[in-house]
């Protein structure tokens, strides 16, 4: 009796809910519900993006109507303080923490990522981001800062690393004929996460607002519960394909150039960080990310800044000769110009990443450097020219190419390092995301700061900030040419291979075939299953597209 008890705890323990074991695809399963599945979790934890909506609001909690302030309050004042509203510049600090923990979290647990499973992942990944959203949701209600930077910061954080890599290895595995479009599908909702939180935010702090609230609390609570129902479903969708899974008939085919640069073997994720070439991988993906996300950072001033009166048919008037309902004006139009950078971020992310499926990742990334190198030198004199139209053009392929980055390199690290345990290696190489988020703001914020304090007109304060990070784009270019295939002593021996994959599979032997499963179809589970991302993702769209139309108006 006792065996029989102890062969079924060991049965139910190996097909626990969570379990690796449980997310094994079966014959008939169709590959095309899982980017679905990892577009519910991206497209909650992208409204990272968007927190800065709530800061206004926040900014006058206790005031309501006007911010409470209190002259002279540290920063260490304001984490207690109950009686004074918080500055703006404390509440940012909660973006920094999202990226921060974003790259650190990723790069520790991307190893547990690999034998744990991309459901458990999500699971965890849903728990922190909409746990951490209750959390600062009692910041609010208590006023505690320390809160919010804890709940959204530290912990929401932690959720956006695990959430942001647990569908990179699964997908990439799935179309290993489509590598770069399945990590393009997948990574496009982190872009496009806050063109629809956003607005939600927005349409339910206006609904939960009072003469005494603004708001805030409830609307945290219920993005909470609405994002733990779409990541969970998300994560409980999630299917991995078996050991030696590859589509019937696909074999592949690639120019001898292409194939030169894409493995057909495995690097252990003990050794990947030991290469010269992740630590170039790290560099191209830091100094292109640094140099998108500081105009990302900078894009609404820069525009009002740049063009001012020219924006509202008063080219006379320079930026500091607007009055103040000039500037709200080109404020509205500056808004409609983030937005527009949205839709570009977010096109990129999936327009590039399937471009790299043709042209190679490495030369993907070339273009990227070279023709950014171009755009970021030529802006300031097509700013000074006047040229409205041409600046926002170059401004959005920049942008795209920012989005196509990040999309494109986990498939760039599958080419070069193998795909078992690409997952846990892009973990480790986001951590270049943390720096550039560090870099390239305080880069483009400091020098622009220097050049106003010079007395340099409005006009002209981003010049030198576009030079130097078309320098960031010129090193990433030698970066990038110096990546070449990896030596064959750092690849796994076959029985190594075979021995880890048995045991992640408990079974024997490891196969290689279909194993029933086609390359998949649109049928109506799938067509239901991208309905449930692709609504949400239309309304997005349309609401930004609302706003960017005041751009052309």
């Known amino acids: 009796m006792t065996d029989l008890q102890e062969s079924w705890t060991e049965i139910g323990a190996s097909a626990g809910l969570l379990s690796r074991d ?6 008939g399963f169709n590959r095309w519900l899982v980017p679905p599945a990892a577009l519910a979790i991206h497209l909650c934890i992208g409204m990272a993006y968007g927190f800065s909506v709530f800061w206004l609001p926040l900014s006058r909690a206790i005031g309501v109507s006007d911010p409470v302030s209190c002259e002279g309050m540290s920063l260490v004042s304001a984490l207690f303080t109950t009686s004074c509203d918080w500055r703006i510049a404390d509440l940012g600090w909660i973006y920094t923490l999202f990226f921060v923990l974003l790259g650190s979290s990723a790069a520790i647990w991307g190893g547990w990522l690999e034998t744990a499973g991309p459901r458990k992942a999500g699971v965890v990944a849903a728990c922190c981001w909409c746990g951490g959203m209750v959390i600062s949701g009692i910041g609010v209600m208590t006023h505690q800062l320390w809160l919010m930077w804890l709940g959204s910061g530290v912990i929401g954080g932690i959720g956006l690393g695990l959430g942001y890599i647990s569908p990179v ?20 909702g982190f872009g496009g996460g806050a063109m629809i939180g956003a607005p939600l935010a927005d349409r339910l702090m206006n609904h939960f607002q009072s003469a005494h609230e603004v ?11 609405i994002y733990l129902v779409f990541m969970l479903a998300g994560a409980f969708a999630y299917r991995v394909p078996p050991a030696g899974w590859k589509p019937e008939g696909w074999q592949p085919k690639v120019s001898a150039r292409k194939a030169a640069m894409i493995t057909q073997h495995h690097v252990h994720l003990r050794d990947a960080h030991k290469t010269r070439q992740f630590w170039l991988i790290w560099l191209v ?3 292109n990310v640094s140099a998108g996300i ?27 000769q607007l009055d103040t309902g000039q500037k709200a004006a080109i404020a509205a139009i500056a808004a409609g110009f983030a937005g527009l950078l949205s839709l570009f971020n977010i096109g990129g992310r999936l327009g590039w990443a399937s471009a790299s499926d043709r042209f190679g990742r490495k030369n993907t990334y070339f273009i990227f450097f070279i023709l950014g190198i171009a755009l970021y030198t030529l802006a300031p004199s097509v700013a000074h020219s006047g040229n409205q139209v041409l600046f926002v053009a170059m401004i959005c392929v920049i942008i795209s190419m920012y989005g196509g980055g990040f999309s494109t390199v986990p498939a760039y690290l599958a080419d070069v390092f193998g795909t078992q345990f690409v997952g846990a290696i892009h973990g480790r190489l986001l951590t270049a995301w943390a720096t550039a988020g560090i870099v390239g703001p305080v880069v483009v914020n400091y020098l622009r700061e220097a050049q106003i304090a010079a007395g340099v007109p409005r006009a002209q304060v981003y010049d030198y900030t576009m030079y130097i990070l078309a320098g960031f784009l010129a090193l990433g270019l030698i970066c990038n040419l110096l990546v070449r295939p990896l030596d064959e002593k750092w690849f796994m021996k076959p029985e190594e291979l075979a021995a880890l994959q048995a045991r992640e599979h408990k079974t024997a032997e490891v196969r290689s075939g279909s194993f029933g499963i086609d390359r998949g179809r649109f049928d109506l589970p799938a067509l239901l299953a991208w309905a449930a991302v692709g609504i949400p993702l239309a309304w997005g769209v349309w609401m930004t597209a609302q706003k960017t139309a005041a751009l052309f108006h």
Do not use: N
């Not at 004929?177 to 997948?186: F, K, P, S, V, Y």
């Not at 609307?219 to 519960?225: D, N, V, Y």
């Open 285 to 287: 993906l830091c100094l």
């Open 294 to 320: 500081g105009v990302i950072g900078m894009a609404s001033p820069m525009l009002q800044e740049i063009f001012a009166g020219h924006l509202i048919g008063r080219p006379d008037l320079d930026f500091t």
């Open 215 to 225: 708001g805030v609390w409830q609307t945290f609570f219920a993005m909470a519960a």
């Open 169 to 188: 290895s699964t997908l990439i595995k799935w179309f290993p004929d489509r590598r770069g479009l399945a990590t393009g599908m997948a990574i496009m």
């Open 22 to 27: 449980r997310t094994i695809a079966k014959p």
